[in-house]
């Protein structure tokens, strides 16, 4: 397992939660977080490159911080104001292909998920 998804849980509506991913083994230059939801396709909410520029789902801009704590191997999502619609499976994805801006800007050019490395998921559930 190369990515480790941390922090999933339950909480209400309004609340917050904070998932964190770790690399093992190795560090990457662009990583991102992605959910997927009951009966949804997976959609992805937000991207770190190796020199912090960052991009965001419209969806959580505003609500949702992402942070490297450990630059290449540990991330973060920081979630506030959460809302029922933001239940899902969260994955976390990196990739050492993608630098800078080349990494960010696939979020809205639809090919963040090319990334090639995947953990296995944390789950988050908010309730109304």
């Known amino acids: 397992v190369r990515l480790k998804e941390s922090g999933g849980g339950s909480v209400q509506a309004g609340g917050s939660l904070r998932l964190s991913c770790a690399a093992v083994q190795y560090t990457y230059t662009c990583m991102a977080w992605f959910r997927q939801a009951p009966g949804k396709e997976r959609e992805v909410v937000a991207m770190?490159?190796?020199?912090?520029?960052?991009s965001y789902a419209d969806s959580v801009q505003g609500r949702f911080t992402v942070s490297e704590d450990s630059p290449g191997t540990t991330m973060s999502l920081q979630m506030n104001s959460l809302k029922p619609e933001d239940t899902g499976m969260y994955y976390c994805?990196?990739?050492?292909?993608?630098?800078?801006?080349?990494?960010?800007?696939?979020?809205?050019?639809?090919?963040?998920?090319?990334?090639?490395?995947w953990g296995q998921g944390t789950q988050v559930t908010v309730s109304s």
């Open positions: 770190l490159s190796d020199n912090g520029l960052t």
């Open positions: 994805a990196a990739d050492r292909r993608f630098m800078g801006i080349f990494c960010t800007q696939r979020l809205r050019r639809g090919s963040a998920a090319d990334l090639a490395y």
